[in-house]
C-alpha cells in the first residue's frame, strides 16, 4: 500500500514539474529577464520627459539670502564696523520662449518614444522565450533521436554478434553495427551538451533552472496565415512595425529640433517679480529695507558667434537622416514580414512533405528489417534505414518548431504580437 502511494505521489508530481508550459515560461521571464528589467527601468526614465519639457513652460522661483561682515574706514573719518543682511524671493514667469514650447513638445514625443520602446522589448521577449523555449525542446528532440538510435544500433550489434558466431553473418556485419553504435554514442554525449546549453540560456531568460517542459502535441494542424495574402502583411508592418514607429517618433523630434535651432534667433520675454529685504547691524542704529519689483524683461539674441546658424544646418542635416532611417526601417520591416510570411507558409509545405517521409522511412525500415532476417538485405541496410527515420523525425520536430516561430515572427512583423498569441501557441503544447 505504501509503495502504491508513493507511485502515486511521484507521479503527481512528475505531473507537476510537467505542466510547465509556454505561458508559464513567458511569465516567469516577465518577472525575471534582466534585459526585460531594464527596458521596463528605461520606460520609467522615459516618461519623465514629458514632465521635464513642460517644466519650461512654467514658473521658477527662487529664495536668495546673504550675510556680509563689513568694515568701513573713511579718510579722516572714524571706521565702522557692522554686519549687513540680505534676502529675496524671486519669480520668472516664460511669457514667449518658443524654445522652451518646441522642448515641452519634443518631451512628450519622448515619452510617447519611450513607450513604444517598451513594447518593441515586450514583443522582443516574446520571441526571445518563444525561441529558447522551442530550441530546447528540439535540443531534448535531438537527443532522444540520436539515444533511439543508439539503442537500436546496439540492438542490431547484439544480432550481428549472435549471427556472426553461429556463421550466417561475416566479421563485417559485426563491425558495421559496431562503428553505427560508436557513432551513436558520440552524437548522445554532443546531443546531451546541447540540451544542456539550450536549457541554461533558457535560465539565462527566466532567471532559474527550467522544469520539464511540454513539447508540441503529436498530429497538431497548424494555421495558415490570416489574411493569405502577403502584400497585405507588407503593407501592416510598414505601418505598425515597433521600429517604424520609433523611426516615426525620431523623425518628428527632429523636425521639432530643426524648429527649436531656428527659434534661437527670437526674442524672449519673461514676467519677472521679486521681493527682498535687508537690515544694517551697527553700534549707531539698524536701518531696515524692503523692496518690491515686478516687470516684463524682454531679451532679443544679436549675436552669438554663429553657433545659431550652425546649429541650424546640424540639425537640417540630422532630419535628412532621420527621414533616410525612416524609410531604412520601413524597407527591413518589409522584408521582415515578407520573409515570415514564406516561413509560414513553406514550413506548413515542408511539415506535409516530411510526415510522408517519416511514414516512408517507417515503411522502408521494417521492410529492411524483414529482409535482414530471411537473408536479402545485410545489416548495413536496417542501419541506413534505422538513421534515415531518425533524421526524418528530427526533421519533422525542427519544421514545427520552425513554422511557429515563423508564425510569432509575423505578427511581430506587422506590430500585433501579443500574450494572446503565445497563448494560441500554448493550446497546441501536451505532456
Not at 543682511?85 to 519622448?110: D, H, K, M, S
Not at 559485426?174 to 546541447?194: C, G, K, N, P, Y
Not at 502535441?217 to 514607429?245: H, T
Not at 528530427?394 to 494572446?420: F, S
Amino acid at each position: 500500500m505504501k509503495r502504491v502511494l508513493a507511485l502515486c505521489v511521484a507521479g503527481l508530481c512528475s505531473s507537476l514539474v510537467w505542466s510547465a508550459d509556454l505561458l508559464d515560461v513567458y511569465r516567469d521571464a516577465v518577472v525575471n529577464d534582466a534585459q526585460f528589467a531594464a527596458a521596463r527601468a528605461e520606460f520609467e526614465a522615459g516618461r519623465e520627459r514629458v514632465v521635464q519639457g513642460r517644466a519650461g513652460l512654467l514658473p521658477n522661483i527662487g529664495a536668495s539670502g546673504s550675510v556680509t561682515r563689513n568694515r568701513v574706514d573713511p579718510s579722516g573719518g572714524r571706521a565702522d564696523t557692522f554686519t549687513s543682511n540680505a534676502w529675496g524671493v524671486q519669480l520668472t514667469q516664460p511669457i514667449y520662449r518658443q524654445q522652451n514650447r518646441i522642448v515641452a513638445q519634443q518631451g512628450a514625443l519622448q515619452t510617447e518614444f519611450a513607450e513604444v520602446q517598451f513594447e518593441l522589448a515586450r514583443q522582443d521577449l516574446i520571441l526571445r522565450v518563444s525561441e529558447a523555449y522551442f530550441n530546447v525542446l528540439n535540443a531534448q528532440d535531438a537527443l532522444d533521436a540520436v539515444t533511439q538510435l543508439r539503442t537500436a544500433a546496439a540492438e542490431q550489434l547484439e544480432i550481428a554478434t549472435t549471427s556472426f558466431e553461429v556463421g550466417t553473418v561475416t566479421i563485417t556485419d559485426v563491425h558495421e553495427a559496431q562503428s553505427r553504435f560508436d557513432l551513436a554514442s558520440a552524437q548522445v554525449i554532443a546531443a546531451e551538451s546541447e540540451l544542456e546549453l539550450r536549457r541554461q540560456n533558457l535560465t539565462r531568460i527566466i532567471g532559474r533552472e527550467p522544469d520539464a517542459i511540454a513539447g508540441l502535441r503529436p498530429g497538431i494542424e497548424l494555421s495558415a496565415p490570416s489574411p493569405a495574402n502577403p502584400s497585405d502583411w507588407i503593407s501592416a508592418a510598414e505601418l505598425g512595425s515597433f521600429g517604424v514607429q520609433l523611426q516615426h517618433i525620431a523623425r518628428e523630434i527632429a523636425t521639432r529640433e530643426v524648429e527649436r535651432a531656428r527659434a534661437g534667433h527670437y526674442p524672449t520675454v519673461d514676467l519677472v517679480a521679486n521681493q527682498s529685504w535687508s537690515n544694517r547691524q551697527n553700534n549707531v542704529n539698524t536701518p531696515r529695507s524692503n523692496s518690491t519689483a515686478i516687470g516684463v524683461q524682454l531679451n532679443v539674441p544679436l549675436y552669438a558667434g554663429g553657433a545659431i546658424s550652425s546649429r541650424e544646418r546640424e540639425t537640417a542635416a540630422l532630419l535628412v537622416k532621420a527621414d533616410s532611417d525612416l524609410e531604412d526601417a520601413r524597407r527591413n520591416a518589409a522584408l521582415n514580414a515578407r520573409q515570415a510570411y514564406l516561413g509560414v507558409t513553406s514550413g506548413m509545405a515542408r511539415i506535409k512533405a516530411l510526415e510522408a517521409a517519416e511514414i516512408s522511412s517507417l515503411s522502408a525500415l521494417e521492410a529492411n528489417r524483414l529482409g535482414y532476417e530471411v537473408g536479402v538485405r545485410i545489416n548495413i541496410d536496417v542501419l541506413n534505414s534505422q538513421t534515415q527515420l531518425a533524421d526524418t523525425r528530427q526533421e519533422l520536430a525542427r519544421a514545427r518548431y520552425d513554422t511557429v516561430l515563423a508564425q510569432l515572427r509575423l505578427k511581430a512583423a506587422a506590430g500585433t504580437l501579443e500574450e494572446e498569441d503565445l497563448q494560441v501557441v500554448n493550446s497546441l503544447l501536451g505532456e
